[in-house]
């Protein structure tokens, strides 16, 4: 289908008549029939046309949806070809963390990249790991961080998955706990704690490390993130199942202590296999260097 046909339906609808769409330097008439062969080429009717002027269908406006996304990814296409035949091509890295790992990790990994590369346009986007491992698969990431924490990472053949290493969990309680400064302890002596959790994957580690020390633990809080969970650790209502990475990025009013053999979560790196952003590589390396900085004692995955 001819884009210029789509443009032409979307200013349509953006100006909400046709005769509003004079800017795009076409008699009324000629829009019409340019609307009408869109229509006889789609099956079905997308403007209805009213004493005012017109509006989408619900049709309509569903392909108004998706031709507006087609289209702006289009004029990026545009403006990419115009930058590298002029010799300026910059396209930006697009880096995916969770949210423990974009807090210090990943912008730390990025800094070292920058310090090596020099300038780039980059772009940090939060979110779970089977969010992140979508949006890698799909392109919108050129790379992301992510956890094999509950329910686990796919094997998918559109990305590329490399380890990074283990991260021990650790527990994080208030400054003024009776056991901060203290560990590493069983979890058996946090048995009568309140504990509070943010996500799935982070309360099914914490409940199988205590089921395999034969005991249970009350999670009684819930909160809607990570930061909500250390509010809530912070002011004495619970303590938390952590990341170890995290340590180095807690406020000040919450500490933390080690578990006896602590459940772990295995850390990875997932790139798309197709089209890779030039910094990859040097990305990974940096990566590499700063989760082993964050956590000492990384090691292989499990067999």
């Known amino acids: 289908m001819d884009l210029t046909v789509w443009r032409t339906f979307v200013t349509v609808c953006r100006l909400g008549s046709l005769s509003a769409a004079a800017e ?89 990249l920058l310090k090596q590369a020099g300038p780039l346009r980059w772009s940090l986007l939060p979110g779970s790991s089977g969010r992140l491992h979508q949006r890698v698969a799909t392109g919108d990431l050129d790379l992301a961080v992510v956890t094999d924490a509950p329910p686990g990472l796919p094997h998918d053949p559109c990305t590329e998955r490399r380890f990074l290493g283990l991260d021990d969990m650790v527990v994080a309680l208030p400054t003024g706990h009776p ?4 560990g590493p302890v ?37 909160a809607a993130d990570l930061p909500g969970k250390l509010a809530l650790v912070a002011t004495g209502h619970a303590i938390a199942l952590i990341p170890g990475v995290l340590t180095r990025a807690l406020r000040p009013d919450i500490t933390t202590v080690r578990l006896v053999d602590p ?3 295995g850390i990875y790196t997932l790139t798309p296999r197709r089209d890779p952003h030039p910094s990859t590589p040097a990305l990974l390396d940096a990566l590499a260097s700063a989760f082993a900085t964050a956590r000492p004692e990384n090691r292989q995955p499990r067999r």
Do not use: M
Request: hydrophobic share 40%; glycine share 8%.
């Open 24 to 112: 795009l330097h076409h008699t009324q008439s000629a829009l019409s029939r340019q609307i009408a062969g869109l229509e006889r080429q789609l099956g079905v009717p997308l403007l209805e046309r009213h004493p005012r002027g017109a509006r989408p269908t619900p049709a309509g406006e569903v392909f108004r949806h998706h031709a507006l996304a087609t289209l702006t990814e289009a004029d990026r296409a545009l403006r990419a070809v115009r930058a590298a035949r002029e010799g300026s091509y910059d396209r930006p890295l697009a880096v995916g963390a969770p949210p423990s790992l974009a807090a210090g990790v990943v912008p730390e990994a990025v800094r070292a």
């Open 179 to 182: 056991r901060a400064g203290r």
């Open 263 to 265: 459940p772990t979560r």
């Open 186 to 222: 069983p979890v058996q002596c946090l048995a009568d704690e309140t504990w509070a959790e943010d996500n799935d994957g982070s309360a099914a580690l914490l409940r199988q490390h205590a089921a395999r020390a034969g005991i249970n633990v009350r999670i009684d809080l819930t």
